[in-house]
């Protein structure tokens, strides 16, 4: 990251149950899904935050203007089944 010239940060605890971020990520059409997975490794990796719980993940979505409503479909059993 150093070389790259990105911010590195450890997120604590590390490593993460990030079931509920890639449940996301199968919910979400492509142009979302790069926005959402930008979203979450900078807050897991350059800010060095949680991306565990649903209002981790209520955070990330906000950040990159993907509705909440994500969060509902992530449950689903289409995204369980992905």
Same mark, same amino acid.
């Given at each position: 990251?150093?070389?790259?010239?990105?911010? &590195?940060?450890?997120? +604590?605890? &590390?490593? *993460?149950?990030?079931?509920?971020?890639?449940? /996301?990520?199968?919910?979400?059409? =492509?142009?979302?899904?790069?926005? &959402?997975?930008?979203?979450?490794?900078? !807050?897991? &990796? !350059?800010?060095?935050?949680? /991306? +565990?719980?649903? =209002?981790? /993940?209520?955070?990330?979505?906000?950040?990159?203007? /993907?509705? *909440?409503?994500?969060?509902? !479909?992530?449950? =689903? !059993?289409?995204?369980?089944?992905?």
């Amino acid at each position: 990251s150093a070389k790259e010239g990105l911010a &590195f940060r450890r997120p +604590e605890p &590390f490593p *993460q149950n990030t079931l509920l971020a890639a449940r /996301i990520a199968t919910v979400l059409n =492509d142009e979302e899904r790069r926005r &959402f997975t930008r979203a979450a490794y900078e !807050a897991e &990796f !350059a800010l060095g935050e949680s /991306i +565990e719980a649903a =209002d981790d /993940i209520a955070r990330v979505l906000e950040r990159c203007g /993907i509705p *909440q409503s994500a969060l509902d !479909a992530a449950g =689903d !059993a289409p995204a369980k089944d992905m």
